[in-house]
C-alpha cells in the first residue's frame, strides 16, 4: 500500500506520518479514527457529558480533566474515579513517574474495574495497552461502561457510533485496510432502536418455545455439515469463533473462503472476532440479516444474536427446499 494512499484513506493531515509495516507487525492490526468521525456533533458530545462527569465526581479531590485522550492514558485519574465510585481502596501508587511503573498501575486499576464490571479481559473493549497508547475509542468504551454501572441515570447521547479504519499486514498484499463502525452507546429511544424482530418478541412473551427453535435450527445445521463430517450439539456455543458459521455459509451459499482469509482453529479473542465479522459481512451482501447483529454478542455467546443469524439462513433454505419439492403447477 502506498503512502500517498494511507494519507487518503485515514485522512491524516500534512506532517503526520502513516504507519509503517514494520509497526503494524509489532501489533498485527491498528485502529484509527479518521477527523470526521473525531468531529462528528454526537461523538463531541459523548466526551463533553462524560467529562464533565468526571469532573463532577473528582471536584472533592481538586482533579480536573481536560482531554478524555491525553489525561486518562497513565492510570492517575482512572484510579482515583474508579476508588470513588466503588468506595474502595487499591493498593497501587499513588503517583507514578516511569512508563513501567505507569503501565503497572494501569493494570491494577484496569484489573479492579473488570472485577466489578464482572468481565474478563478478552470481553472487555479496552486493555492496559490501548488505554497507555491513547487510545481514544478504548478509553470511551472504558468510561461508557463505568457511567452505565455507577451512574446508570448519567444522559449520554444515545446511538453513538463512529466509522473507524482498521488497518493490518497481509502476508501477501502488505497493508490492509477496512472501514467499520463502532458503537458507543445504546440505543434507547423508539427513534433511535432498531426494528424488533421474532427473536425480541420469542424471548420476551414464550421463552419456553426457544429450546424448540434452537432445536429445528440445529437439525437444519446439522443436515448442511453432514457432507462435511460436522455437527453442532450446543447451539449457544459452538458458533462464538465464527468457523462453523463461515463454513456453513459457504456450504449454503456457495462461497468459496480462502484458508488464508480466516483462522481455521483460532486462538484469541481477536481470531474469533475476525470471523464472525467475515461471516456477518457475507450475510449482509446477500441479505441475510433483518436486523443489526453484533459480532460481538455472537463471540461472547448471546443466544438472542446467534439465533437471529441462523434464522435467516434457515428461512431462505427451508423455504427453497420446499419450493423445490413443490410440483410444477401446484396450488400454493
Known sequence: MEPEFLYDLLQLPKGVEPPAEEELSKGGKKKYLPPTSRKDPKFEELQKVLMEWINATLLPEHIVVRSLEEDMFDGLILHHLFQRLAALKLEAEDIALTATSQKHKLTVVLEAVNRSLQLEEWQAKWSVESIFNKDLLSTLHLLVALAKRFQPDLSLPTNVQVEVITIEVSTKSGLKSEKLVEQLTEYSTDKDEPPKDVFDELF?????????????????????????????????TQFADGVILLLLIGQLEGFFLHLKEFYLTPNSPAEMLHNVTLALELLKDEGLLSCPVSPEDIVNKDAKSTLRVLYGLFCKHTQKAHRDRTPHGAPN
Not at 420476551?204 to 450439539?233: H, M
Open 204 to 236: 420476551k412473551l414464550a421463552p419456553e418455545k426457544v429450546n424448540a427453535v434452537k432445536e429445528a435450527i440445529v437439525n437444519f445445521v446439522n443436515q448442511k455439515l453432514d457432507r462435511l463430517g460436522l455437527s453442532v450439539q450446543n447451539l449457544d
